[in-house]
């Protein structure tokens, strides 16, 4: 109280300090704006789209005396009217309140700590993120290390507000009043509370007015939050592009020359954050935001690279955009996707390239496509977590490809049993649409994965009677050539010489086809991007 009434009388303004950390900028005010508490005849959120856990947990903590509200993107999506993909909750309990009263609850995180609490078994289960109001801290106030969370690892242990030589929050579990925890959020849109049990969101912000006016802004001063964490550079794209809203000017001004902070960022999180861009369900309109903000290059390596060949390659560029789209549609539709089979499409020319090279060098076709695998996702993808079941689930939709071509003997009842025959079966019709593999081809993958028994052993025959035909036609020498080329031609993109020509010389007409019974697809079958039964759903939470 004295130092402000002296600072007053020589007319300092103690918001307006410098900071070392901070490089000399002047120190913010604590944005803590006021609280608004918005009644549900005002705000317009449906509440049969909450989730009944989330609402289940808020009952909890709040008849154990404390307070409780769900928070950030869901509140922004409720509001716009859309149904949230995944619900956190904020409360005044710490993580070991929280996790006290819930018998399966988890505490995660060092960075953050939070509280997972699940429900469910198994592959249903589901999980309500549960965080603790935090405190607003400037980087001025935080102990500072050189590195990062792996080469300082030690020295952040035991601290709970740490910063980085940039300003960039590496420990931040300082717990505080709910205006402090709602100043350190990003953006206006995602700093509201909504109390389910009585339909209040409290708001200290202007959120619901931005969210009116489809606005994104920045809380605080743009370019320190941008210091104290990076991703939200990415973040600002995503939900511009998500929510088809603009980014008002001093939250846009400082994009391009704070990129380079990305570079201090962990390589798994921005991969991730690379994967939430790409599966928000508008992947093309948050490339174009990318290249309108002038953050196409150099954010994202493995972008860098495909979109370099893709410029080069219009063939390379269409299947690129076709997945995207798919992608998008399946969003759209709520199916799920894989980041696994998306990163597979986006860097399947990749693939190809280093296979026709292994060919070229007299490697058997099977191992050389494996080596192909091993090289491109050495090179684009490097070393992330998750890797193990990313690469795997990678591989086994590349290595199916060839194995389409082949349609008689025990190949193709073999095939369609794999766990990832969807997945490879999506792929194949993408290139079928592309133009590089056989349209007839797909067609009759689709009808021998959908046929019983009987159907599928007559497909079969006609399969092995136009391979026949074609042997026949082609001639002795030429038959020879083609069974030992049959996966250079899948690698080139080009029909194979074992592939089905419904049109071409030498084609038997196909046998008089009964009426089938088809099978219902399974959830997360029929769309080109597909789980499949071990599928990751690569979730795009806010």
């Known amino acids: 109280m004295i130092k402000r009434l002296i600072d007053k009388i020589l007319g300092k ?47 909890t903590l709040q008849e154990a005396g404390f307070e409780a509200y769900i928070v950030g993107g869901a509140v922004r999506d409720l509001l716009v009217g859309l149904r949230p993909k995944d619900f956190d909750v904020a409360t005044n309990a710490t993580p070991e309140q929280v996790k006290g009263l819930f018998r399966r609850a988890f505490i995660i995180g060092r960075r953050f700590r939070i509280v997972h609490v699940v429900f469910g078994r198994g592959r249903d289960n589901d999980v309500i993120e549960v965080s603790t109001f935090r405190a607003y801290l400037d980087a001025d106030a935080a102990e500072q290390v050189a590195g990062n969370e792996k080469t300082s690892r030690s020295e952040l242990a035991g601290k709970s507000h740490v910063v980085d030589g940039s300003g960039r929050v590496l420990r931040d579990n300082v717990w505080g009043p709910q205006d402090q925890d709602s100043a350190r959020r990003d953006f206006t849109v995602n700093a509201m509370y909504y109390d389910p049990s009585t339909g209040v969101v409290v708001d200290y912000h202007g959120g619901i007015k931005d969210i009116k006016k489809k606005v994104l802004r920045m809380i605080g001063v743009p370019d320190v939050r941008y210091r104290e964490d990076p991703v939200r550079i990415i973040r600002v794209v995503r939900f511009a592009a998500k929510l088809g809203f603009e980014i008002e000017a001093k939250t846009r001004d400082p994009l391009q020359s704070m990129a380079e902070l990305l570079s201090n960022v962990p390589q798994s999180r921005l991969f991730d954050e690379m994967i939430k ?45 076709l997945a995207l789209n798919d992608t998008d549609r399946r969003v759209s539709e709520g199916k799920p996707v894989a980041p696994s089979f998306l990163l597979a499409c986006l860097l399947w020319h990749d693939v190809l390239d280093h296979w026709k090279r292994n060919l070229a060098k007299g490697e058997p076709p099977f191992p050389a496509l494996q080596a192909a695998t091993d090289a491109v996702f050495d090179a684009r993808i490097g070393d992330i977590s998750g890797r193990g079941k990313l690469a795997s689930d990678m ?119 009964r009426r089938r019974r088809r099978r219902k697809p399974s959830e997360g079958e029929g769309g080109a991007v597909s789980n499949g039964p071990s599928g990751n759903d690569g979730g795009a939470g806010d």
């Open 13 to 59: 303004d103690p918001s307006q300090a410098t900071g070392a950390a901070a490089g000399g900028r002047k120190k913010p005010r604590v944005p803590t704006g006021k609280r608004v508490e918005v009644p549900a005849s005002e705000h317009g959120i449906d509440p049969t789209l909450v989730d009944d856990r989330a609402v289940k947990v808020c009952t």
């Open 395 to 513: 591989r086994e939709i590349w290595t199916m490809q060839p194995r389409f071509d082949k349609r008689v003997g025990s190949g193709p009842l073999t095939l369609v049993e794999q766990p990832r025959f969807r997945a490879g079966f999506d792929f194949l019709r993408l290139r079928a649409q592309a133009g590089e593999a056989d349209q007839p081809l797909a067609t009759w993958w689709e009808d021998f994965s959908l046929a019983d028994n009987d159907e599928r052993r007559e497909l079969m025959d006609v399969a092995r009677q136009q391979e026949s035909a074609k042997r026949a036609a082609q001639g002795p020498r030429g038959g020879g050539r083609a069974a030992s080329h049959a996966a250079a031609g899948a690698a080139s993109g080009a029909e194979s010489p074992s592939s089905e020509d419904d049109g071409g010389e030498g084609a038997v007409p196909a046998a008089k086809k």
């Open 277 to 321: 861009l790409l599966q928000t369900g508008h992947a093309q309109a948050s490339l174009d935001q990318l290249r309108k903000l002038g953050l196409d290059r150099g954010v994202f390596p493995i972008l860098d690279a495909v979109f370099d060949e893709t410029r080069r390659h219009p063939g390379r560029e269409q299947f690129v955009k």
